[in-house]
């Protein structure tokens, strides 16, 4: 056989076999995206990205409103390159948390990789409130996810040393829920990094002058060569996830990483008063517009780009229409869409 006989083989084999695959399976993912968002009963608490941006697109998402806007009931896509994007920034905080935990850097609630129990150690759960009349649960890792605020306190550990139900040396980190039960707030931070001697000693004196809540940022080369501070949207989070902690751990560390190149800039954050106020601005805003069913009045314009809610937004349909429309629609009643451009079926 000829060389160019064995590269003409070769070149025939380069023919993509995956990549048809994978771009289906991506895009199949809309349909079960669709599914969920169609199904959905009801969205759980705000999330702080929710508080963080445009209050309408918050409410707006609290409605499930996206699934009126396609004409003919199919899900609103996103295109497997730009889920690809999307899918690369999420994994930017996975990559950034095993950064910190291997610097002994974090706190937080850890994941066995042998036998998938989540939570810190009944002994460090012991040794912390021993003295704070909580009652300690005998029967073993607590459920983390239903803390009230504050007791955020009893989910900071360090990665343990090993698993106490099988041994096991290796975790992930679970992140740190956030949850306020009084103002039905629940998220979860990129991480709480300490950078003191001892964690449970500066918990039991409130001294959380060494303690800082990490917000991790993937963005494109354009973005990131723009800015000098932190995006305001992204202080606004982390504000948020400080109000978790009661205000108590105020610092935080705000890190972006340039998607083309790769580099990383950090600005720390205080929160101060003000930040507080607009914090509580925003739930109390959130709040009365899903009690009283008003719409919130301002518009965050820098957000409008790629908001998937900006045909509703621009429409003259009001919070009570939204929901009935989309309750029809998770029912599987017709809905009419007279008076209602609805706009085409790729979102990005
Ligand atoms: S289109 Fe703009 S103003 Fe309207 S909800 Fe979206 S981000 Fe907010
Ligand atoms: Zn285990």
Redesign the pocket.
């Known amino acids: 056989m000829s060389l160019s006989d064995i590269l003409g083989t070769a070149k025939k084999l380069e023919n993509a076999i995956f990549l048809p695959k994978l771009d289906a399976y991506l895009d199949s993912l809309n349909e079960k995206e669709w599914e969920d968002k169609t199904s959905r009963k009801h969205d759980t608490g705000l999330h702080p990205s929710q508080i963080s941006?445009?209050l309408?697109?918050a409410v707006?998402s609290k409605l499930g409103a996206e699934i009126i806007t396609t004409p003919d009931r199919k899900p609103l896509r996103v295109h497997p390159k730009s889920r690809r994007i999307f899918d690369n920034g999420s994994y930017l905080h996975e990559r950034m948390q095993k950064y910190f935990k291997d610097m002994g850097l974090l706190l937080g609630t850890w994941e066995c990789k042998s036998c998938g129990s989540v939570s810190p150690t009944r002994q460090i759960e012991e040794d912390l409130f021993e003295n704070e009349g909580l009652t300690y649960k005998e029967e073993g890792w607590v459920f983390y996810n239903k803390y009230k605020l504050y007791d955020i306190f009893k989910v900071m550990v360090p990665v343990p040393k090993s698993c106490p139900y099988c041994g096991g040396t290796h975790f992930t980190y679970a992140e740190v829920p956030i949850y306020v039960p009084e103002q039905e707030v629940e998220g979860r931070t990129d991480g709480i990094a300490y950078l003191g001697k001892d964690y449970l000693k500066d918990i039991r004196n409130r001294n959380f002058e060494d303690f800082y809540i990490l917000e991790f940022k993937s963005e494109n080369s354009f973005k990131f060569q723009k800015h000098s501070s932190a995006h305001q949207v992204h202080i606004n989070q982390a504000a948020i996830y400080s109000f978790g902690t009661g205000f108590m751990v105020d610092k935080i560390a705000v890190i972006y990483e340039d998607k083309n190149t790769q580099e990383i800039k950090e600005y720390i954050v205080q929160v101060t008063k003000e930040m507080q106020e607009e914090v509580l601005r925003r739930i109390k805003i959130l709040n009365h517009s899903l009690r009283t069913k008003e719409l919130p009045k301002d518009?965050?314009?820098s957000?409008?780009t790629y908001?998937p809610?900006?045909i509703v937004?621009?429409s003259e349909l009001t919070y009570e229409q939204i929901e009935n429309r989309v309750l029809n629609i998770r029912l599987g009643k017709e809905v009419s869409d007279e008076n209602f451009d609805l706009g085409g079926d790729m979102l990005w």
């Open positions: 941006g445009c309408r697109r707006f518009k965050m314009k957000e409008c908001c809610h900006k937004c621009d």
